[in-house]
Nanobody, 117 residues
């Protein structure tokens, strides 16, 4: 059973930056494709991007491409989301997930990011 724990959320002013972390345990982290999602208040969960297990090339949704960056440290079993030039509309609960057999199968509990304007 894979367990994921997100951290690094908080309150930040518009234009600022945050780096979220997602610590994984209970599996072989280096073999997983990992993704980031978010859920703004009152809205559906939104896909942000993913990073593959082998070549580590990230893919981003249009809404965050150029501002957000996904990386991973397989030695630390940790996934990262660097968020720059934050906007009020980035306010959401942010989740990491593990992809297994083309399904986002495991989820963390989420970390709150609030951007004040």
């Amino acid at each position: 059973q894979v367990q994921l724990v997100e951290s690094g959320g908080g309150l930040v002013q518009a234009g600022g930056s945050l780096r979220l972390s997602c610590a994984a345990s209970g599996g072989t982290f280096s073999t997983y494709t990992m993704g980031w999602f978010r859920q703004p208040p009152g809205k559906e969960r939104e896909f942000l991007g993913y990073i593959t297990r082998s070549d580590r090339i990230p893919y981003y949704a249009d809404s965050v491409r150029g501002r957000f960056s996904i990386s991973r440290d397989n030695a630390k079993n940790t996934l990262y989301l660097q968020m720059n030039s934050l906007k009020s509309e980035d306010t959401a609960v942010y989740y990491c997930s593990v992809q297994r057999e083309s399904i986002w199968a495991y989820w963390g509990q989420g970390t709150q990011v609030t951007v004040s304007s």
